[in-house]
T-cell receptor, first 112, second 114 residues
Framework: AQSVTQPDIHITVSEGASLELRCNYS??????LFWYVQSPGQGLQLLLK??????LVQGIKGFEAEFKRSQSSFNLRKPSVHWSDAAEYFC??????????FGTGTSLTVIP | ETGVTQSPTHLIKTRGQQVTLRCSSQ?????VSWYQQALGQGPQFIFQ???????GRGNFPPRFSGLQFPNYSSELNVNALELDDSALYLC?????????????FGPGTRLTVT
């Protein structure tokens, strides 16, 4: 069963515009959720994580994400996108045994 | 603090051959996980090593095997290579014991099978 779904394969936004990347998960227990960013030819960099507590989490580079249990979602947001944010973004869930399952990713293009 | 390193950076092999990829975990970490990332896809969990033993495996055949050494570095071995094994192989290290485990990824090894 698919653990993480990222419905948007590709998104294009203008520099300075706001951004929201969608992530839905399927997991019975309280999930540990993550957002990673990957630049071309690079490994994955952790943007932010949610384990418990406050459902709005802040990350690096001005990103934030909100955990909504009722919607099984963990969407990533940024109020103002910079050209350097162009990259591939992956949502992931940590399941038992510290095994991470990733979505298929959303490719972000930023236009001037 | 030294991050996760992987070697080699790129590798070209022929179908049927065997390959070994290497990963040095971040200082202080005791767990290593391996992922396969095909072009245009998200990383797929292969397996994880903790205390030199396999500790969880994804949906990969037995020709994918691994090792973890006392210094927590790790190897991924793939036998009888197939064309579909062409991918970016990512290693991630973490420390088990904090209550949660945050994984730190290396830059990956790009494997091409011809």
């Amino acid at each position: 069963a698919q653990s993480v779904t990222q419905p948007d394969i590709h998104i294009t936004v203008s520099e300075g515009a706001s951004l929201e990347l969608r992530c839905n998960y399927s997991y019975g227990a309280t999930p540990y959720l993550f957002w990673y960013v990957q630049s071309p030819g690079q490994g994955l960099q952790l943007l932010l994580k949610y384990f418990s507590g406050d459902t709005l989490v802040q990350g690096i580079k001005g990103f934030e994400a909100e955990f909504k249990r009722s919607q099984s979602s963990f969407n990533l947001r940024k109020p103002s996108v910079h050209w350097s944010d162009a990259a591939e973004y992956f949502c992931a869930v940590r399941r038992t045994g510290n095994q991470f399952y990733f979505g298929t990713g959303t490719s972000l293009t930023v236009i001037p | 603090e030294t991050g996760v390193t992987q070697s080699p950076t790129h590798l070209i092999k022929t179908r049927g051959q065997q390959v070994t990829l290497r990963c040095s975990s971040q200082s202080g970490h005791n767990t290593v996980s391996w992922y396969q990332q095909a072009l245009g896809q998200g990383p797929q969990f292969i397996f994880q090593y903790y205390r030199e033993e396999e500790n969880g495996r994804g949906n990969f055949p037995p020709r994918f095997s691994g090792l973890q050494f006392p210094n927590y570095s790790s190897e991924l071995n793939v036998n009888a290579l197939e064309l579909d094994d062409s991918a970016l192989y990512l290693c991630a290290s973490s420390y088990r014991g904090q209550g949660y485990d945050e994984q730190y990824f290396g830059p990956g090894t790009r494997l091409t099978v011809t």
